[in-house]
T-cell receptor
Framework: DTGVSQNPRHKITKRGQNVTFRCDPI?????LYWYRQTLGQGPEFLTY????????KSRLLSDRFSAERPKGSFSTLEIQRTEQGDSAMYLC?????????????????FGPGTRLTVT | AQSVTQLGSHVSVSEGALVLLRCNYS??????LFWYVQYPNQGLQLLLK??????LVKGINGFEAEFKKSETSFHLTKPSAHMSDAAEYFC????????????????FGQGTILTVHP
């Protein structure tokens, strides 16, 4: 068990550019979550995958954001036309859910995060 | 809807003193409650969790928390602070899934920065 990994760890980009982040969850975990954490705040939920299906998206996830989890393994989060307000730490977490989407879920394991700075 | 309030954005204690970090939650369904710790430039590490059963839960590094339904609280304590405890602590709540749709997403408080003085 190597834990949740995220790449890159840091990304500096200019306003208007597109960026893509990758998350590799713990291999047997079927649930994957993305959160965003701004300075001085707790993480805020962005989106959730059960295997390859994206089942919930926060209103924080504007149409410039898109997330995928092909084949239910790794996930990518893309931000198009970045804005300075997108600067934050983007955290990925995975967990093992028993049964269907509405069933009890075990604790989430977090990756180290990708820190995005938009200049 | 669920929410978490952490009282005190900064807490400072002396090494060896009691640590008390306060957390109150709001949830319309039976909650699952969590405490996570975050060291600078790192992800979150689970300290402990309450799901069902015993209301006093013990976690890693000597931390424990007590679920008090009547007070909607889940305060984190440690009898004797160590310098290595200095970090930011987050309380979080998730839907237990009873009676509704639950994806296990976490709602976090704003965090409490713990400083430990020698």
């Amino acid at each position: 068990d190597t834990g949740v990994s995220q790449n890159p760890r840091h990304k500096i980009t200019k306003r208007g550019q597109n960026v893509t982040f990758r998350c590799d969850p713990i291999s047997e975990h079927n649930r994957l979550y993305w959160y965003r954490q701004t300075l001085g705040q707790g993480p805020e939920f962005l989106t959730y995958f059960q295997n390859e299906a994206q089942l919930e998206k926060s209103r924080l996830l504007s149409d410039r954001f898109s997330a995928e989890r092909p084949k239910g393994s790794f996930s990518t989060l893309e931000i198009q036309r970045t804005e300075q307000g997108d600067s934050a730490m983007y955290l990925c977490a995975s967990s093992l859910g028993a049964g269907g989407p509405s069933s009890f879920t075990y604790e989430q394991y977090f990756g180290p995060g990708t820190r995005l700075t938009v200049t | 809807a669920q929410s978490v309030t952490q009282l005190g954005s900064h807490v400072s204690v002396s090494e060896g003193a009691l640590v008390l970090l306060r957390c109150n939650y709001s949830s319309s369904v039976p909650p699952y409650l969590f405490w996570y710790v975050q060291y600078p430039n790192q992800g979150l590490q689970l300290l402990l969790k309450y799901t069902t059963g015993a209301t006093l839960v013990k976690g890693i590094n000597g931390f424990e928390a007590e679920f008090k339904k009547s007070e909607t609280s889940f305060h984190l304590t440690k009898p004797s602070a160590h310098m290595s405890d200095a970090a930011e602590y987050f309380c979080a709540v998730s839907d237990s899934g009873a009676g509704g749709t639950s994806y296990g997403k976490l709602t976090f408080g704003q965090g409490t920065i713990l400083t430990v003085h020698p």
